[in-house]
Nanobody
Framework: QVQLVESGGGLVQAGDSLRLSCAYS????????MGWFRQAPGKEREFLGA????????AYDNSVKGRFTISRDTAKNTVYLQMNSLKPEDTAVYLC???????????????WGQGTQVTVSS
């Protein structure tokens, strides 16, 4: 059974940093691209960024470019989202997703985690 489990969310203040983790199991995503998304109440799911299977290529939405960084540790079966200079508008549920197809780019997303809540207070 494929599982993507996000962790690291919480309540922080504006300007703080937070690092989210996405641990995958049940299928190796070591050769697949992974992505991060978020969804705020009443809003559509928003793409944040993606990372290629080997970490050599990343892509970010303009709204987070320069503040958020995606990385991965294949030995730990984990993808990370480093978030800096957080703003109240970053408040959302953050989800990771994985592509079924190996070595794909740009990725499509076949597997999703349940998400972790990030709340940024002003």
């Amino acid at each position: 059974q494929v599982q993507l489990v996000e962790s690291g969310g919480g309540l922080v203040q504006a300007g703080d940093s937070l690092r989210l983790s996405c641990a995958y199991s049940g299928r190796t995503f070591s050769w697949s691209p992974m992505g991060w998304f978020r969804q705020a109440p009443g809003k559509e799911r928003e793409f944040l960024g993606a990372i290629s299977w080997n970490g050599a290529t990343t892509a970010y939405d303009n709204s987070v470019k320069g503040r958020f960084t995606i990385s991965r540790d294949t030995a730990k079966n984990t993808v990370y989202l480093q978030m800096n200079s957080l703003k109240p508008e970053d408040t959302a549920v953050y989800l990771c997703a994985g592509d079924y197809e190996r070595f794909a780019w740009p990725p499509s997303y076949d597997y999703w985690g349940q998400g972790t809540q990030v709340t940024v207070s002003s």
